[in-house]
């Protein structure tokens, strides 16, 4: 993973609350598929096949946008990854929302996609200076201070897990600081085998009777 | 100190420490889908990894397979990639595949329980967010994403914060024709879907002593929808009745030793909760959702609600999702006409589901115009329901009878709904354009989805049967 660094960038505001992954990347149908095409693909088109000009993301001083502003339960849904790496496709590393669900939360983390929540006071101040910017200015989002200035120069500050942030910051290798406990796993495993045998070794099965 | 059913699952499961503070929580079973596994697979090969367990791991081909009579590879065209990566990476990691012929293949949350994979007490890992539907049988699902997903096969754990406990506890008797979806869109209209966000939710009480074990796999389904990391119920006598016999499930000596541990896995009667929330399901009536998201439910004699009645956080998604749905403000549910009714899916396509379906159904016909498709949720279940004779009540009545699958649940193998369509559907998300551009879901129970398909038009069941 890509250790996060600081972003200076656009700031676009998409504020609807319970955006699922469905919306944000509807099911993909091939082995590798255009993840910038795919991110939002049915909610930024109108029924004629046409980008909606009214759609944040589609507007020309957005395009370029790092940091996106969203609402509650963001990535309700499917646990579906594509709905990151979608954003990462087109340069989304940063979204701060007012909750996320779970697994979309993981799955930024995972990806080096920081999933910011501030506190509610500080969230309106923040949308209401992203919309009054409109694109003009840029968002600044630094990680190692927690810190995060509007692009019209408010200053938040946000909370973060230390081992999450961490493993942001360095981009640690998830599975491999995993793998550091590997003896406990075997241990363990050897445990279920004596313990709970039937759970470790399966009989063979081909079909019901 | 008292514990809690999470508790002891996590104290049983818990492998250590990571240097981060995360809990490293060993994975009892793991299955695996072509949607996302063949992403995992290269990844995995390109890192030099290997599957660390690959005989506590199974795949199966559930989102793309098409549902069409005699399919192949080939039937579903956006498909056919992976299926293919799918046999190719399960070969490679030496994992056994479910693959289309298999008398095993099937929705992964239908066939591990039906086979006896998954047991009390388990942990489980899925990449499918419905992987909760085990809970039903007192396991504790995770599902995960693809780097989850890796994670997993390379480390057979997964590193994670202990989430909150929510209990539900569900009090008084279902009466007839009202199962473990209405309960669970009844829990949703209550909580709506981030209620239970950062918690596992353990359902509990008279209701859900009352429920059979596929009822409880349904509401459990449905836990994600709640925003729950997890869902599940201790299980109980007939929880163990329910396993017996299945190919996987331990027996003999394994199964008394099994047993005993299963016995004790249950929450202690003074253990504490995060969290609870308290319903009564005495007088509970078929449930059906009239919005775009599965906490957007009423029984189906209400009528579609007022907007400038709900909290102002409500009313933008609830305008919203009355004009996707082409609702107007206090139009009854009953007497909706739909155009399409689907039953299937992980949520409700077991062998019950489609027991109770066909009950309403026999001897009628589907309404003029309503095109009705069935989908058994394994190739099990179609094999046992058509020793039944229910796909000729199905046939009979004008449904189209498919093969084992996701179908049209979320749209991925080709079977999708029009533009402006109304379909009442027992799947679990009737977000905006997932059954096919522009269709208009409504969630439902089987018996519910059945009579509104013989009517043509959304009625309460109940009536319907007693109209004959």
Known sequence: MQPFQTVSGVAVAYLADDVNTDEITPVHRSLEPDFAELLFARRKRL??????????????????????????????????????????????????????????????????????????????QLERDVIDADGASQAVVDLVTQTITSPTGTNFSFEMDAAERTALLEGLDDIGVSLREEGSIRAFELGLAIDSPWLIALPVATDID | MPETLIDKIWSTHRVGRRIDGKDLIYIDRHLLHELHAPEAFRKMTAAG???RRPELTFGVLDHTVSSAVGRDDQSNPDGVDFIRAMRAGTS??????????????????????????????????????????????????????????????STQTIAVTKPRSLRVLLGGRLSRLVGGKDVALRVLAEIGVAGAQGHIIEFAGPAIDDLEIEGRLTLCNLSIEMGARSGLIAADEKTFSWLEGRPYAPSGRDLELA?????????????????????????????????????????????????????????????????YMDLAVGTPLVGLPIQRVFIGSCTNARLSDLKVAAEVIAGRRIAAGVIGLVVPGSSLVKRQAEALGLDVVFTDAGFVWGESGCSMCAAGNGDHGEPGERCISTTNRNFENRQGAGVRTHLASPATAAAAAVAGEIVDVRDFLDRG
């Open chain 2, 92 to 153: 490679r990691f030496g994992i056994r595949l479910f693959d289309l012929d298999d008398p095993f293949q099937g929705i992964s949350h239908v066939v591990g329980p039906e086979i006896g994979l998954i047991l009390p007490g388990m942990t489980y890992a899925c990449p499918d967010s419905h992987a909760s539907t085990v809970g039903g049988l007192g396991a504790l699902a995770f599902a995960c994403g693809t780097s989850e997903l890796e994670h997993v096969l």
């Open chain 1, 47 to 124: 029924a004629d096949g046409s980008l909606d000009p009214s759609f944040p993301l589609n507007r020309a001083q957005f395009a370029k946008a790092e940091v996106l502003v969203a609402g509650r339960n963001f990535g309700c849904g499917s646990s579906r990854e594509s709905a990151v790496w979608a954003m990462l496709a087109v340069g989304i590393k940063v979204i701060v929302a007012r909750s996320f669900a779970d697994i979309y939360r993981d799955n930024c983390l995972k990806n080096g996609l920081l999933p910011v929540v501030l506190v509610a006071d500080d969230q309106d």
């Open chain 2, 259 to 323: 047993l005993e541990a299963w016995k004790s896995m249950r929450s202690d009667a003074d253990a504490r909760f995060d969290r609870e929330v308290t319903i009564d399901c005495d007088g509970l009536e078929p449930y059906v959702t009239w919005g775009t998201d599965p906490s957007q439910a009423l029984p189906v004699t209400g009528t579609v609600p007022d907007p400038d009645t709900l909290a102002p956080e409500r009313r933008d998604r609830t305008e919203r999702a009355l004009e």
């Open chain 2, 49 to 51: 990894r290997k599957v």
